[in-house]
């Protein structure tokens, strides 16, 4: 978990928002929505009818600071670590965007679930440097579930 928090971060803080020429904000994501079968949602949003789910994504929180890049698809198995047990990089830049930071955030905070059982979350948060933000991180899964 240290290892996935400390490379998203260090990818956050050092890629440059202003000349990155790729978007990965919510409001155009949200309009390339693609997946609007319930069923094939996680299981958190599968109560939400299809529009029920577009309205809350139509409304995002405000950023959390300056616009940074972000992987885009910021899953556990999309960063590389090496025998030292550090982040040496990341793969799957396909999504790479300027965005809030909590696209990736929620995403990586998510997917240690996925990967390594429950429990995880708070250990890549500390190690992003960051605490929990429930407003965001629901947001920012619930935009994953409908746009990627």
């Known amino acids: 978990m240290t290892a996935i928090g400390a490379g998203l971060r260090a990818l956050h803080d050092t890629l440059p ?33 299809v529009a029920e789910a577009l309205a809350i994504a139509a409304d995002p929180p405000p950023a959390d600071g300056a616009p940074v890049v972000c992987h885009g698809d910021a899953c556990a198995p ?17 999504r790479l965007g300027v965005a809030d930071r909590w696209a990736d955030i929620a995403v990586a905070s998510w997917s240690v679930g996925w990967n390594y059982g429950p429990g995880w979350e708070r250990a ?9 933000d429930p407003e965001r991180t629901r947001y920012y899964r619930l935009l994953y579930d409908l746009a990627d």
């Open 124 to 132: 890549l948060l500390d190690a992003y440097g960051t605490g929990p």
């Open 17 to 49: 928002a202003a000349s990155c020429p790729f978007s990965w904000q919510a409001r155009e994501r949200l309009s390339r929505a693609g997946h609007l079968d319930p069923g094939s949602w996680h299981p958190v949003h599968r109560q939400l009818s």
């Open 78 to 94: 999309n960063t590389l670590i090496g025998d030292d047990g550090r982040w040496t990089g990341h793969v799957d830049l396909a």
